[in-house]
């Protein structure tokens, strides 16, 4: 089990998912400046799915990709922990965060599953969550087979236009199949994930889902929170210290306290 023990902290943890970075629906430099508006931070752990689509080796990286990585190097030489949860859009992916892959990458952590921090006398839990829906046969396929070392050996050689060119498209093709589980949120299985984690910790987040929802059960005073993402709602969560959350909205280039 991957986590990170900060007994005492000085600053704020705060918590993006689902930016699908492009240059027209969810730009680049609006995301870099919020990194920028971050008020204390401490650690930022970012839930997946960064760009439209990412290939993780240098030389599939745009300016685009570029700057989104030296926002967070920003952050990460000022001495916050940068955490990155892998999603389904993030590929190519280092199977191992080593020495090499830590001077490429501006992360402090990179998790491609489930992650825990120990925030004072808080716990929590973090997962991407494309993999909560059990019963989405169509995508699960999909996943292992782009995550397969045979497909992504065939990737890492191809010429850098064309194999951009073939996982945008394929994503594409995908994005208008498996409607039906893309339409209705998982009600049954987020609670079945829920009953699994919340025992374990104080409050447990996800991402992948485009809401801002609370999910409880019976018996346990933890709550398992789907984090709204930046995508659509420009959103971040902000927790204290102490472990008060607060949603923060970021507006003509400042971040602001929704409630």
């Known amino acids: 089990m991957s986590e990170l023990n900060i007994s005492n902290p000085d600053g704020k943890l705060y918590i993006v998912t689902d930016s699908h970075l492009d240059e027209n629906i969810a730009p680049a430099s609006q ?7 971050l008020e204390n931070p401490h650690t ?15 030389k599939f990286w745009t300016a685009m990709h570029r700057k989104v990585m030296l926002g967070f190097q920003d952050l990460k030489d000022k001495g916050c922990n940068v955490v990155f949860i892998a999603g389904n859009r993030d590929m190519l992916l280092p199977r191992e965060f080593n020495t090499k892959w ?9 998790i491609y599953k489930d992650w825990y921090l120990k925030w004072g006398e808080k716990r929590f839990g973090f ?33 850098v236009q064309l194999a951009t060119w073939i996982s945008e498209s394929l994503e594409s093709k995908l994005s208008d199949t498996n409607k039906e589980f893309k339409i209705h949120f998982p009600e049954k299985e987020m609670k079945e994930f829920a009953d699994s984690v919340l025992p374990d910790v104080d409050q447990y987040f996800v991402g992948h889902f485009h809401l801002d929802k609370l999910i409880e059960v ?41 409630h």
């Not at 930022?44 to 240098?58: K, M, R, S």
């Not at 830590?102 to 990179?110: A, D, G, M, V």
């Open 31 to 37: 995301f870099v400046e919020m990194l920028e508006e």
């Open 44 to 58: 930022v752990v970012f839930l997946g799915d960064l760009f439209v689509i990412w290939l993780a080796p240098p």
């Open 102 to 110: 830590q001077k490429i990458l501006p992360f402090t952590h990179f």
């Open 127 to 159: 997962i991407h969550g494309d993999t909560i829906n059990y019963n989405d046969h169509q995508y699960l396929f999909w996943k292992a087979l782009s995550h397969s070392w045979a497909f992504e050996a065939f990737f890492r050689v191809m010429p």
């Open 218 to 258: 019976d018996g346990c005073k933890s709550i398992l929170r789907v984090v709204p993402d930046w995508l659509s709602q420009r959103t971040v969560l902000r927790v204290s210290e102490h472990g008060e959350i607060e949603v923060l909205s970021y507006q003509n280039g400042s971040l602001r306290n929704l």
